[in-house]
């Protein structure tokens, strides 16, 4: 017996799809990667950048060729958020979707909307728009996974620059948590913990220019332990 044969499945299969969750933030505010579809199903609405998977490709590879071929951007997914396998998430046939979480730094927000998708657009993260197929669970999925990983690992410091103030992390975690923190008690905390250090300013001419910090990767890990929580 021919051993392919032999192996070979004899009953359905789903197709199967990745979902790419990507986050920037400006310094201002937290961001989200969208684009519009450029064909049907849910033509002109917005979606996460995605697509099918490939036969010889793992998932990680198809998020990181879709993110590449429908925006522009080639970087790696950071984490999986979740498989997502409603029955009538994608009206073209039962479809289940593996979405992925990627982190970007200011400097890779140049956007190029390429293949099938008409249009690629940053949102605010408080301001998105209606979502095409599933895509509002995806969010919702993400949001949570997002807080989970601002309280356990150093991951909002992939998102900011290499010096940044604490009022611009302050407007990091406000817009991660949904929650306005007390200025004063925030940044005590911050500067208390060791998770940041601060950048000596040289200028003469700006003595009062804004106290510029950077992330200490092993004050993060010390203070860790102590179950340090911003709330």
Same mark, same amino acid.
Not at 29 to 55: H, N, S, T
Not at 149 to 159: A, S
Not at 181 to 209: H, M, T
């Given at each position: 017996?021919?051993?392919?044969?032999?192996?070979?499945?004899?009953?359905?299969?789903?197709?199967?799809?990745?979902?790419?969750?990507?986050?920037?933030?400006?310094?201002?505010? $937290?961001?989200?990667?969208?684009?519009?579809?450029?064909?049907?199903?849910?033509?002109? /609405?917005?979606?996460?950048?995605?697509?099918?998977?490939?036969?010889?490709?793992?998932?990680?590879?198809?998020?990181?060729?879709?993110?590449?071929?429908?925006?522009?951007?080639?970087?790696?997914?950071?984490? /999986?958020?979740?498989?997502?396998?409603?029955?009538?998430?994608?009206?073209?046939?039962?479809?289940?979707?593996?979405?992925? $979480?990627?982190?970007?730094?200011?400097?890779?927000?140049?956007?190029?909307?390429?293949?099938?998708?008409?249009?690629?657009?940053?949102?605010?993260?408080?301001?998105?728009?209606?979502?095409?197929?599933?895509?509002?669970?995806?969010?919702?999925?993400?949001?949570?996974?997002?807080?989970?990983?601002?309280?356990?690992?150093?991951?909002?410091?992939?998102?900011?620059?290499?010096?940044?103030?604490?009022?611009?992390?302050?407007?990091?975690?406000?817009?991660?948590?949904?929650?306005?923190?007390?200025?004063?008690?925030?940044?005590?905390?911050?500067?208390?913990?060791?998770?940041?250090?601060?950048?000596?300013?040289?200028?003469?001419?700006?003595?009062?220019?804004?106290?510029?910090?950077?992330?200490?990767?092993?004050?993060?890990?010390?203070?860790?332990?102590?179950?340090?929580?911003?709330?």
């Amino acid at each position: 017996m021919d051993n392919k044969k032999k192996y070979e499945y004899d009953y359905w299969r789903p197709a199967m799809t990745v979902d790419n969750v990507v986050l920037n933030f400006d310094g201002n505010q $937290l961001r989200m990667l969208l684009i519009r579809r450029g064909d049907e199903p849910f033509k002109d /609405q917005w979606a996460f950048p995605g697509g099918f998977l490939e036969e010889n490709e793992t998932l990680e590879e198809a998020a990181q060729r879709e993110l590449k071929e429908e925006t522009g951007i080639n970087k790696a997914p950071f984490i /999986q958020i979740g498989t997502f396998s409603r029955l009538d998430r994608d009206p073209r046939g039962r479809t289940i979707s593996t979405a992925f $979480l990627t982190l970007t730094k200011p400097s890779e927000n140049i956007l190029k909307a390429q293949d099938d998708a008409a249009e690629a657009c940053w949102f605010p993260v408080h301001n998105m728009p209606a979502l095409a197929f599933d895509h509002e669970d995806i969010l919702r999925k993400a949001k949570f996974i997002l807080q989970v990983l601002f309280h356990t690992t150093p991951v909002p410091y992939q998102l900011m620059n290499n010096i940044f103030t604490l009022p611009e992390m302050q407007r990091l975690f406000s817009d991660v948590f949904e929650h306005e923190f007390d200025r004063r008690n925030f940044q005590k905390k911050f500067i208390s913990s060791g998770i940041l250090s601060p950048v000596a300013n040289d200028n003469k001419e700006r003595p009062n220019a804004p106290i510029y910090y950077r992330f200490n990767n092993g004050g993060f890990y010390t203070y860790q332990k102590k179950k340090f929580n911003i709330g």
